[in-house]
């Protein structure tokens, strides 16, 4: 079965440190991956998604970046973190386009930067 | 882009209660999912449901995407019942998901 994993689950940054959040998927080929952010009390904000290797659309202009370096892991960074860039963020997976395309999130990872 | 509305934004009930949660959405789409937050912040998947209806135990979900909006039945409700339930469609063309804007759910025992 397909799983996902994304570490860490808690985090606290300096303002103007780097960053590097990694998510992996096991269990299935060429999945698409997503990164979503959720600031506190908020809906969900899709960041980047990717649909194959080195392939990464950006959805908002902001500080961070993502790459895609293997088929089944997804990168989320940011060369100098800002105290905005707290929040609760969530990588996602699923496989295809068009109907029977189930989206399934990982556990998070809850950035505060200080 | 597409706007994906969810009402209410809030609501509170009494455990035992039945409760409607409704999504709108403004343009076609491919699928929609159906999510509840749990307080540590995890999505569970409720339903996959493009169209039509569904049900899993006290949960059930329709879909009439031809008038752009998804309905989630919650009936008897109980205490982990609580939390944020969230849509998200799947724009026709697209590989995105956008969510809805949610609603926070409180049972009281």
């Known amino acids: 079965s397909q799983t996902i994993h994304q570490w860490p689950a808690t985090l606290v940054q300096p303002v103007g440190s780097p960053l590097s959040l990694e998510c992996t998927v096991e269990?299935?080929?060429?999945?698409?991956l997503y990164w979503y952010r959720q600031a506190a009390g908020r809906g969900l904000q899709l960041l980047f998604y990717?649909?194959?290797?080195?392939?990464i659309s950006s959805e908002v202009p902001q500080n961070l970046s993502a790459s895609r370096p293997q088929d089944r892991q997804f990168i989320l960074s940011s060369k100098k973190l800002l105290l905005s860039d707290s929040g609760f963020y969530l990588c996602?997976?699923?496989?295809?386009?068009?109907?029977?395309?189930?989206?399934?999130f990982g556990q998070g990872t809850r950035l505060t930067v200080v | 882009g597409i706007q994906v509305e969810q009402s209410p934004p809030d609501l509170i009930l009494q455990e035992g209660a039945n409760s409607t949660l409704r999504c709108n959405f403004s343009?076609?789409?491919?699928?929609l999912q159906w999510f509840h937050q749990n307080p540590w912040g995890q999505l569970i998947n409720l339903f996959y449901?493009?169209?039509g209806t569904k049900q899993n135990g006290r949960l059930s979900a329709t879909t009439v995407a031809t008038e752009r909006y998804s309905l989630l039945y919650i009936s008897s409700s109980q205490t982990t019942d609580s939390g944020v339930y969230f849509c998200?469609?799947?724009?026709?063309?697209?590989?995105?998901?956008?969510f809805g804007t949610g609603t926070r759910l409180k049972v009281l025992a």
């Open positions: 996602a997976w699923s496989v295809g386009v068009g109907v029977n395309t189930e989206a399934f």
């Open positions: 269990g299935t080929s060429n999945p698409n």
């Open positions: 990717s649909v194959g290797i080195g392939q």
């Open positions: 343009d076609s789409v491919n699928n």
């Open positions: 449901i493009p169209s």
């Open positions: 998200a469609v799947n724009p026709s063309g697209t590989y995105k998901y956008i």
